[in-house]
T-cell receptor, first 115, second 113 residues
């Protein structure tokens, strides 16, 4: 079974530039998450989708971050404009249906460096 | 505010020794997850603990959950170098409903010969 796919693996941009990350979840997984992991910390949820609807985006900095999940499969996360503090690993995860009695499966992440 | 606290944050131990990582949380969630992360890699699920008193073991790792104390432990028996990694515990952000995960800061484990 293929895992959660993310691209690109690495990205370096200058502050105030824009960047987009892509995620393809495990086939059939209804729930998709984007997490931000700053160096030395645990992942922090940015947004949760159930199919193509947003379940929770309370911690998403909406003035600069946006995400969509068209057709309830792939998802993109965009940052515009980027700030230095956005440097982090952005992890995408999916689960069959929320976290009820099951764990989330994580992709390898995109390491973003803002200079 | 929901908090998940792990200790220690750094752990250096010798091969063959035993040790325990602790995870305290402030929500009433009765579900707790343990993940492993190798440097530059993603998170790998280790254990899903679904109820009070749950205990799960895989190889040299054993996890337990006490929901009344809001405490989970990850016990390492006779550590080997391959166990060197960062270990995260996480709980459901909505107290067990169909929610997201709140992670601790992680425990960086280094096992030395």
């Amino acid at each position: 079974e293929a895992g959660v796919a993310q691209s690109p693996r690495y990205k370096i941009i200058e502050k105030r530039q824009s960047v987009a990350f892509w995620c393809n979840p495990i086939s059939g997984h209804a729930t998709l998450y984007w997490y931000q992991q700053i160096l030395g910390q645990g992942p922090k949820l940015l947004i949760q989708f159930q199919n193509n609807g947003v379940v929770d985006d309370s911690q998403l900095p909406k003035d600069r971050f946006s995400a969509e999940r068209l057709k309830g499969v792939d998802s993109t996360l965009k940052i515009q404009p980027a700030k230095l503090e956005d440097s982090a690993v952005y992890l995408c995860a999916s689960s069959p249906r929320g976290h009820q009695n099951t764990e989330a499966f994580f992709g390898q992440g995109t390491r973003l460096t803002v200079v | 505010e929901l908090k998940v606290e792990q200790n220690p944050l750094f752990l250096s131990m010798q091969e063959g020794k035993n040790y325990t990582i602790y995870c305290n949380y402030s929500t009433t969630s009765d579900r707790l997850y343990w993940y492993r992360q190798d440097p530059g890699k993603s998170l790998e699920s280790l254990f899903v603990l679904l109820s009070n008193g749950a205990v799960k073991q895989e190889g040299r790792l054993m996890a337990s959950l006490d929901t009344k104390a809001r405490l989970s432990t990850l016990h390492i028996t006779a550590a080997v170098h391959d166990l060197s990694a960062t270990y995260f515990c996480a709980v459901d952000g909505y107290g067990g409903s169909q929610g997201n995960l709140i992670f601790g800061k992680g425990t960086k484990l280094s096992v030395k010969p």
